[in-house]
């Protein structure tokens, strides 16, 4: 399975994709909900994506309403350092998705991933750019 890093802070784009690898997952990423979009209409492969919602260009909420659309079947794990932001939100998209808060352990992460129910039997890794 593949999984998409949306992350605009390189540091945390490297440990994600170390720890998904980890996981055995094949991991692309992007710093742009606008080439995530993209991403995501011509890789069928995708099973999961983790998200910092406050992202430059278009609020990461219009992803979240783009993946529910047109992606249902697609995990979301919001990363984010504003996690009680996020949980205050009255959004119903954002409300039923599980956050995990940077910084984070890397056992908190795994813990995350593994609560979605996600394994992969791939651990090679790329990018989008």
């Not at 997952?25 to 080439?35: G, I, S």
């Not at 039923?96 to 593994?114: H, N, V």
Request: a negative charge.
């Amino acid at each position: 399975m593949r999984a998409l890093v949306i992350e605009d802070d390189i540091h945390t784009v490297r440990l994600i994709s170390e720890l998904l690898a980890a996981l055995r997952f094949d991991c692309v990423h992007t710093d742009n909900l606008v080439e995530a979009m993209s991403v995501l209409e011509q890789d069928a492969e995708i099973g999961l994506v983790t998200l910092d919602v406050f992202l430059p260009g278009l609020q990461g909420t219009k992803l979240l309403q783009f993946l529910h659309e047109r992606f249902p079947h697609i995990k979301v794990l919001l990363v984010s350092a504003h996690v009680a932001d996020l949980a205050a939100d009255n959004d119903p998209l954002i409300a039923a998705l599980p956050k995990l808060a940077k910084p984070f352990r890397q056992s908190d992460f795994r813990e995350a991933i593994q609560a979605l129910g996600l394994s992969s039997s791939t651990s090679r890794s790329g990018s989008a750019r």
